[in-house]
């Protein structure tokens, strides 16, 4: 099953536009890519990023080899050949101008967590002191999304991939962790969550904006709350730019 990550129109980072102009030319991986991650297991893995126009990039992962190139906006997007479940920590390569090793890489279950505070809950240890005991569990992941909002879909999302320990589990969202622990007891392989929860979001911020504007019951509401995003953003650079 393909568990790909979303993230609501609210909770979208935008990167720095110098930053990006500065960076463009260097090969780099799109969220949530990164050390310590989990990729889905028995499918073609979807790997993108950005790079130089043109650029032919290499991914380098279990022996193979996947070239792609990026388009005239730089992006890039590669599939991988699919993989069994692997509990082994293998490197991924990403190489164009520069290289890029992902190191601590299994291959497994993803799943995506989302939705509202009960989701965003962390796990206390308080409340589960055995389960801070035994939470030394290498194969169960989770990669945490910011929540920093944006009205336009962004390549990279602050957060990073943490190795369920009695260290980091206090991150984990409490009802991902049991779900995940549940899991990958069962099948016996690695299991990685995608958690992007937000308190107090509505349901219409985790649908495209694109879906809800042709739909004619919400694109009222859905331009009015645009508007204000916008003009609170406008407020806000400006109010930035006096300091």
């Given amino acids: 099953m393909n568990h790909s990550l979303s993230v609501p ?14 960076a463009r030319a ?34 380098g992962f279990h022996g193979k080899q996947t070239k792609v190139t990026a388009g005239t906006d730089g992006h890039w997007l590669a599939r991988l050949p ?11 390569t990403i190489a164009g101008a520069n290289t890029i090793a992902l190191h601590d890489v299994l291959v497994g279950e993803v799943w995506l967590a989302s939705g509202q505070s009960n989701m965003g809950f962390r796990f206390n240890g ?12 290498p194969l169960l992941r989770t990669y945490t999304a910011d929540n920093v909002g944006s009205l336009t879909p962004q390549a990279r999302v602050g957060g990073k991939w943490e190795v369920c320990t009695p260290a980091t589990i206090g991150n984990f969202s409490a009802v991902a962790f049991f779900f995940a622990k549940r899991l990958q007891e ?7 969550i995608l958690h992007s929860s937000w308190g107090g979001t509505q349901a219409e911020s985790w649908v495209s904006k694109e879906a809800i504007l ?6 009222p509401l859905a331009e009015a709350q ?18």
């Fill in 126 to 137: 308080t409340v589960y002191p055995d389960e801070v005991a035994k939470a030394d569990r």
């Fill in 186 to 192: 069962e099948l016996k392989i690695p299991v990685g």
């Fill in 26 to 59: 260097e090969v780099r991986p799109g969220s949530p890519f990164g050390d310590h991650m989990v990729l889905q297991r028995e499918m073609p893995i979807p790997v993108w990023g950005d790079a130089a126009p043109g650029e032919t990039i290499t991914l």
């Fill in 9 to 22: 129109l609210g909770a979208l980072i935008t990167g720095a536009l110098l930053c990006a102009v500065g």
């Fill in 214 to 219: 042709a739909n004619p019951a919400v694109r």
């Fill in 82 to 92: 699919a993989e069994k479940a692997s509990a082994t920590p293998s490197e991924l």
């Fill in 226 to 243: 645009i508007a204000a995003m916008t003009s609170f953003t406008e407020d806000a650079n400006k109010f930035a730019g006096r300091i």
